[in-house]
């Protein structure tokens, strides 16, 4: 049996807290033994709502030790794994610390605020032979490996074009306003973006370079709508977009279209269609589990089985940050095409 401690429970760490609860009552042989938050009023149920539907429930916490102190959590329990879901800006230091105390560690996306913070987590899971793991949670999403199968098959021929796009309205919902402020989060582009960062590194590689335009809108939070090409040798268009300033009744979105040499993909409102060009349409029968839970009992069974991290090699999720980085120096200097360092 593992045990767990986690840190951070605003919505994503709750949401990682329902999974916990579901492993329980599935019998899966990871428990969560500790919380931790520098907030204690998130023990009293007293949350803000986020904007997608995770951790949005009630919860016993009598159930675990709780803590608003990590060290103090390192130093009282006697864990396996430490599962991190602190503000971005806290990922590297915390990361470190706790494999520094021989646990491995689920650390919540994006990676880090930069590559170097990214190799130090690296350098230190290496250093204490202790597995390290990014929640890119769209690796384990059942419409993007449906995608990512297709393009390594070839079964509809090579990729032509692609386009992603995820938006929704302002992040106001973070502790101390965090996600709003551009040292903490990076702003849109670190944040959010990322998840389509991540899908065009995971599912096509290092691009050559990067031209982004991007925005500012909030005062004070970084980029809010990005628009990012990626330029690949053979040529294929690649395209994602993000924006965070959508009010109103839009909700939040996801969305891809690839078009292959013969068919496509599109995702939209949710549901994945595949259109060979050859035939009719069709939705294809996925998985029903969101890549949250996927992505956790991925990492846990790594750590039951002793297997090595290869969906989300720390090494990979490390490469994103570095198209991230390549983004915001463009977007910076007005969309001019720039080199992956």
Request: hydrophobic letters at 40%.
């Amino acid at each position: 049996m593992l045990k767990v401690g986690l840190v951070g429970i605003g919505f994503m760490g709750r949401g990682h807290l329902d999974n916990y609860l579901r492993f329980e009552e599935e019998g899966f042989p990871v428990k969560l033994v500790a919380v931790c938050d520098i907030d204690p009023d998130k023990f009293k149920n007293i949350f803000v709502k986020g904007n997608i539907d995770v951790g949005t429930g009630t919860y016993d916490f009598s159930k675990y030790n709780l803590y608003t102190d990590m060290d103090e959590m390192l130093a009282n329990e006697e864990l396996d794994y430490v599962d991190i879901a602190l503000p971005t800006y806290l990922h590297a230091e915390a990361t470190i610390k706790a494999l520094n105390k021989g646990l491995h560690v689920l650390c919540e996306k994006p990676m880090a605020m930069n590559s170097a913070e990214c190799q130090a987590m690296i350098d230190a899971a290496k250093a204490n032979d202790r597995k390290l793991m990014i929640g890119q949670c769209l690796r384990f999403w059942p419409a993007y490996e449906y995608l990512k199968e297709t393009v390594q098959s070839k079964r509809l021929g090579d990729v032509v074009c692609a386009y992603f796009f995820r938006g929704g309205e302002p992040p106001r919902w973070s502790y101390e306003n965090w996600l709003l402020t551009k040292e903490k989060s990076g702003g849109c582009l670190l944040d959010q973006h990322i998840h389509d960062v991540d899908t065009i590194n995971w599912l096509f590689g290092m691009p050559d370079k990067v031209s982004t335009i991007a925005t500012n809108i909030i005062p004070g939070s970084g980029y809010d709508a990005v628009s990012t090409n990626y330029i690949y040798n053979d040529g294929k268009v690649i395209n994602a977009q993000d924006d965070w300033t959508l009010e109103g009744d839009f909700g939040f979105d996801m969305t891809f279209r690839v078009n292959f040499e013969k068919g496509n993909l599109i995702l939209a409102k949710g549901v994945l269609t595949e259109n060979p060009d050859d035939g009719q349409g069709f939705q294809p029968d996925l998985c029903p589990d969101l890549g949250y839970y996927r992505e956790m009992k991925y990492f846990a069974n790594s750590i039951l089985e002793n297997k090595p991290i290869e969906i989300a090699a720390p090494e990979s999720t490390r490469d994103t940050i570095r198209i991230a980085e390549a983004e915001l120096e463009s977007a910076d200097k007005k969309g001019v095409l720039v080199a992956i360092k």
